[in-house]
Nanobody, 120 residues
Framework: QVQLVESGGALVQPGGSLRLSCSAL????????MGWYRQAPGKQRELVAV???????NYADSVKDRFTISTDNAKNTVYLQMNSLRPEDTAIYYC??????????????WGQGTQVTVSS
């Protein structure tokens, strides 16, 4: 059974930093594209960052140069380092695992989410 377990969410002041972690259980981690999404109150879930199974990364324009996504295949874990946090980064952050072949998604999994609140 596949499980994605996020951690690291917290209350932080504007300008601060946080690192989110997502541990993947029960899956061939290195075969998946791993991503972080977020959903703020009253808004749709949006992509924050993704790292493909071959290490390519992509970021939402709103987080470029502030957030960094990375993986540790030995630990089956994906990280999101978030710097220079802003109040508009406040959201529930979700980890996503996407098994892709030939441009199509074969299988997707989601974590339960972790709350990030940026406020003074």
């Amino acid at each position: 059974q596949v499980q994605l377990v996020e951690s690291g969410g917290a209350l932080v002041q504007p300008g601060g930093s946080l690192r989110l972690s997502c541990s993947a259980l029960g899956m061939m981690f290195s075969m998946y594209d791993m991503g972080w999404y977020r959903q703020a109150p009253g808004k749709q879930r949006e992509l924050v960052a993704v790292i493909t199974s071959v290490g390519n990364t992509n970021y939402a324009d709103s987080v470029k140069d502030r957030f960094t996504i990375s993986t540790d295949n030995a630990k089956n874990t994906v990280y999101l380092q978030m710097n220079s946090l802003r109040p508009e980064d406040t959201a529930i952050y979700y980890c996503n695992a996407d098994l892709r072949r030939g441009g199509s998604s074969l299988r997707k999994y989601w974590g339960q989410g972790t709350q990030v609140t940026v406020s003074s």
